[in-house]
C-alpha cells in the first residue's frame, strides 16, 4: 500500500496501517532522534528506547492525529520525537538524580544482538568504518549552530519542503535555502576535518 492510503487508514483507527507507518518511518526517526538527542543524553539514554517511546505514545494517541496526509504524518511523528528529547532532556539537567546513584544501563545486550546480525553483512573492518561514520556525524553535527542542525534535520530526515520549513521556522523560503546551504556546507567541512 502506497504511504498516503497507509496514513489515510491510520488516522481511520486502522491499527495495522499504522504499525506499517511506524515500521516505514523507524529507521528515518532512530536516526532524527540520534542526531537531535545530543552526546550527553546519548550517555544516559538508548536511542531506540527514545523511537519506542515515540511510537507507543503515537500508538496511544492516533486520536489525536487529525491531519492525513504523508509529511503531516511525518512531521507529527518527529515532533512528537522532539518533545520526547526536550523532557529527557530536561529530567537529566534538572538533577533528578544524584550523579553518585546513577548508574548508566548499557545497551550491550542490544549492540551485542546488532552486532551477530552485522556480522553476516559486513567484515569487522566494515563494521568498525561504519560505526567511525556515525561518530564523526554525531560530532561535526554537535558542533553546528542549532539552526543548522534543525534545517538539515527538518529537510534531510523529516522531509519537509522548503516552504514547510519556512513555516516552522519563522524564516522565508529563501532565508530557508540559504541557511540550508551554509549548513549543508559546513557539515561537509567538518565531516573532511574528522573522516
Known amino acids: 500500500m ?3 492510503r497507509l496514513v489515510l487508514a491510520a488516522s481511520q483507527g486502522d491499527g495495522a496501517a499504522l504499525d506499517e507507518l511506524l515500521a516505514r518511518h ?3 526517526l532512530r536516526a532524527f532522534i540520534r542526531l537531535r538527542m545530543g552526546a550527553v ?3 544516559k539514554e538508548s536511542c531506540s528506547d527514545l523511537a519506542q517511546s515515540v511510537c507507543r505514545e503515537v500508538l496511544e494517541h492516533l486520536d489525536r492525529y487529525q491531519y492525513p496526509g504523508e509529511n503531516a504524518f511525518k512531521h507529527w511523528l518527529y515532533k512528537t520525537a522532539l518533545r520526547k528529547i526536550a523532557n529527557r532532556g530536561e529530567f537529566y539537567g534538572a538533577a533528578k538524580r544524584a550523579a553518585g546513584r546513577e548508574v548508566r544501563e548499557g545497551d550491550d545486550s542490544a549492540e551485542l544482538r546488532l552486532s551477530n546480525v552485522y ?5 569487522p573492518s566494515r563494521a568498525l568504518m561504519a560505526r567511525e561514520h556515525v561518530e564523526a556525524m554525531e560530532k561535526a553535527f554537535e558542533q553546528m ?3 543548522y542542525r534543525e534545517v538539515i534535520t527538518l529537510s534531510r530526515l523529516v522531509g519537509l519542503s522548503r516552504a514547510e520549513i519556512a513555516q516552522e521556522m519563522g524564516k522565508s523560503e529563501a532565508a530557508v535555502r540559504n541557511l540550508l546551504h551554509r549548513a549543508l556546507s559546513q557539515l561537509a ?4 576535518e574528522h573522516p
Open 145 to 147: 549552530p542549532q539552526d
Open 41 to 43: 543524553l546519548r550517555q
Open 26 to 28: 523507524l529507521p528515518g
Open 2 to 4: 502506497d504511504e498516503s
Open 119 to 123: 556480522r553476516t553483512l559486513f567484515t
Open 189 to 192: 567541512d567538518l565531516l573532511d
